[in-house]
């Protein structure tokens, strides 16, 4: 099993262009999220889809799209990326079943915007 | 509302000395508290974690860290400290029949040869 996979590892863009981060996992998780990791800020929730189907806003939805494009696949869209959206993205995934909630990880996107 | 605390931005060891590090949580709901790691320019690994069991858990690497909820910590420690220890580590809070994560904002181990 991959586990989490991200595609790309890196990008660079300049402000005002668009990207899609994609993710998928081999796990059969039912719930996906996307997080962005800042210097001394942890990791925030961006967007979440709960199942296939459905997504939820987290923390610091604005500037971000997101697709749950199949069980095993949740995209994140950049229309217009600004120089605030210079991060390191990471893509996550559970089955969430009573009394296990834990989140598996991506090895992450580093995205600077120029 | 959950919400995690994590009390020292940098921690600087000698390998073979003990670590500990800090952690405090506040929650509505009976938790369930993760540490994670994260080595340089890697994803995220799940170290250990809380879900109502045993207050004292045991995790991979010889590390362990122990409920403590009159305390409201759960403090991450390991008796003798390795190089390869050196990265950053995540508290994380969660209520128990949820999916959403709140994570603190990390703690940096530098471990001294």
């Known amino acids: 099993n991959a586990g989490v996979t991200q595609t790309p590892k890196f990008q660079v863009l300049k402000t005002g262009q668009s990207m899609t981060l994609q993710c998928a996992q081999d796990m059969n998780h039912n719930s996906m999220y996307w997080y962005r990791q800042d210097p001394g800020m942890g990791l925030r929730l961006i967007y979440y889809?709960?199942?296939?189907?459905?997504?939820d806003k987290g923390e610091v939805p604005n500037g971000y799209n997101v697709s749950r494009l199949n069980k095993r696949e949740f995209s994140l869209r950049l229309e217009s990326a600004a120089p605030s959206q210079t991060s390191v993205y990471f893509c996550?995934?559970?089955?969430?079943?009573?009394?296990?909630?834990?989140?598996?990880f991506g090895p992450g996107t580093r995205l600077t915007v120029l | 509302a959950q919400s995690v605390t994590q009390l020292d931005s940098h921690v600087s060891v000698s390998e073979g000395t003990p670590v500990l590090l800090r952690c405090n949580y506040s929650s509505s709901y009976s938790p369930s508290l993760f540490w994670y790691v994260q080595h340089p320019n890697k994803g995220l690994q799940l170290l250990l974690k809380y879900t109502s069991a045993a207050t004292l858990v045991k995790g991979i690497n010889g590390f362990e860290a122990e409920f403590k909820k009159s305390e409201t910590s759960f403090h991450l420690t390991k008796p003798s400290a390795h190089m390869s220890d050196a990265a950053e580590y995540f508290c994380v809070v969660s209520d128990l029949n949820t999916d959403k994560l709140i994570f603190g904002t990390g703690t940096r181990l530098q471990v001294f040869p």
């Open positions: 996550a995934s559970t089955l969430l079943v009573a009394g296990n909630n834990e989140q598996f």
């Open positions: 889809s709960a199942s296939e189907g459905t997504t």
